[in-house]
Structures are given as structure tokens and as C-alpha cells.
């Protein structure tokens, strides 16, 4: 997750009401199914060994009222000790009890929009949802963009704007991001797949920012999930259980 910056304007109630309105799963398939077999038996973003939740204090404030799901994380090595270090005042990292324990109406924004960052063009208009790249070899979910619901879109889309609305920082911090994506994607000269505001596929040329709408081809398919060879022998490596269906969405 990005670091967050400055002072925050948002409130636990505030939490409260973006949580009412980012229910949607992000598709009809259970894609944790798909990526835990390659990390130990649980998903890969409800890991800490994965993903360290960074959250504002006050979407804690909201969660600690509501469930015992959630507790403060404790850094573990040099990486986390880190992210925590370079935490803001406003912000803390948390983690949950772990995907066998998960309730749905607790999870924090970041789990709702899990693998999808607002994405931000030059000229600072939000466009659509782009993927945290550095996960697409262990999600799924990233090589399989074209079967994201339409409502997850749709409402992925009104909470960001609405965080936006309230606090300039949330919206810098993914001014920012955006254009680290950009960077990191000009290096290894990919372009970036995008999920626009109707869930249509659009494909960013990183080094103009231009963007152009994708064709069926250009759906990411990143190993070990472009193909069923790769992903059994990934699984085998990481000695779990391939699903009935293997790679395919079922
Ligand atoms: S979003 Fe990605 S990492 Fe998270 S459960 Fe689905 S496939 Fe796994
Ligand atoms: S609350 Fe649920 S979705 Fe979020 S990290 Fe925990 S298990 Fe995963």
C-alpha cells in the first residue's frame, strides 16, 4: 500500500458509511482458492508475510468499536519494522486474525478494493483502477481483470471519490502512486492495464501517460497464471493442493 501523508480530515463515522456503500465482492469467484495453494493454504493479500494493512487511525478508531478482528501489528523483521517506522502520526498498521476468521462487513477499505488502487492520470483525473503490481505473481485476481463485477467497479469508484472529497491527502497520496506506477512500468517497458469507471479495459503507455481502450489480447495474464502448466508447477513448488478446476475461473 502507499504510505499516507500529512493530516487526515476523516472521521470513524466517515469509515462507517464508505464501508455501507463497498460491499461488492470484487467477482462471483472465491479467487482466494486460486492463490493459497501458492502461500501456505491462505489467501495472499489476508497474509502479513504478503501485505501489511496501512490504515488511518480513525478507520482503526471504527473497527476496534465494532469487532476484536483487528489488532496493532507488530513488525517481525528489518522490511516491517520499516513500514511502520515510516508510518505518519495519523496512521498505524494493523492486521487481522487471518482469512479462516474473516467478516466481511470488518474489513478495512484497503481488504474491500484488494488487488485495485485508484489510478491517477498527469493531470490528476481518476480514470479507473489499476492493480499493485508487485503481487502479480501471487494473485490471481490480477491476471483475471475481466471477470471483475461491475458493481465492484461502480462502487470502487464512488468510495474513492468520496475519500477524495474529504481529504486532498488520500488524493495525493494516489497522485503520487500513480505516477511511481508509471515509472516502475516505463522501466520494464509494460504498459499498464487499467480497469476505467465502467470496467472497461484500458491500457496506459507509461512513459506519455497516454491511454488507449484494450483490446481482449491485452488482458494481463502474469506467470505462474498464464497458463495451467505454469500455475500447477508453481503450486507443486510451493508443495499446496491445486484447486479442482485448476486455473480457470470456476
Ligand atoms: S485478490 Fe488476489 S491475493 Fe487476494 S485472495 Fe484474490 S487472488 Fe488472492
Ligand atoms: S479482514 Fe478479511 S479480507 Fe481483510 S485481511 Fe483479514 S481475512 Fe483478509
Request: proline share 7%.
Amino acid at each position: 500500500m502507499p504510505p499516507k501523508t500529512e493530516e487526515p480530515s476523516l472521521k470513524p463515522a466517515d469509515f462507517a458509511s464508505l464501508y455501507e456503500g463497498f460491499k461488492a465482492p470484487v467477482s462471483r469467484f472465491d479467487c482466494g482458492r486460486k492463490c493459497a495453494p501458492l502461500n501456505g493454504g491462505e489467501p495472499v493479500c489476508c497474509s502479513t508475510q504478503n501485505a501489511v494493512p496501512v490504515v488511518f487511525k480513525a478507520e482503526f478508531e471504527l473497527l476496534k468499536g465494532r469487532t476484536d478482528l483487528w489488532k496493532k501489528f507488530k513488525p517481525y523483521d528489518y522490511a516491517t519494522k520499516q513500514i511502520v517506522a515510516e508510518l505518519t502520526h495519523d496512521c498505524m498498521a494493523i492486521e487481522c486474525k487471518g482469512g479462516r476468521f474473516c467478516e466481511r462487513d470488518n474489513r478495512t477499505i484497503a481488504c474491500r478494493g484488494f488487488p485495485f488502487y485508484p489510478y491517477l492520470t498527469r493531470q490528476k483525473e481518476f480514470v479507473g483502477m489499476g492493480t499493485y503490481w508487485v503481487f502479480e505473481d501471487r494473485c490471481w485476481m490480477m491476471s483475471n481483470i475481466e471477470i471483475v463485477d461491475r458493481a465492484f467497479v461502480e462502487q470502487f469508484v464512488a468510495t474513492y471519490e468520496a475519500l477524495f472529497a474529504k481529504d486532498p491527502t488520500e488524493f495525493k497520496t494516489y497522485v503520487d502512486f500513480s505516477a511511481s506506477a508509471r515509472r516502475v512500468y516505463s522501466r520494464w517497458k509494460r504498459e499498464i492495464p487499467l480497469l476505467g469507471r465502467t470496467g472497461e479495459l484500458l491500457i496506459v503507455e507509461p512513459s506519455s501517460g497516454e491511454i488507449r481502450k484494450g483490446k481482449k489480447k491485452d488482458y494481463p495474464k502474469i506467470a505462474p497464471f498464464d497458463s495451467e502448466k505454469n500455475y500447477r508447477a508453481a503450486i507443486k513448488e510451493a508443495e499446496g493442493e491445486v484447486p479442482k478446476e485448476g486455473l480457470r475461473a470456476a
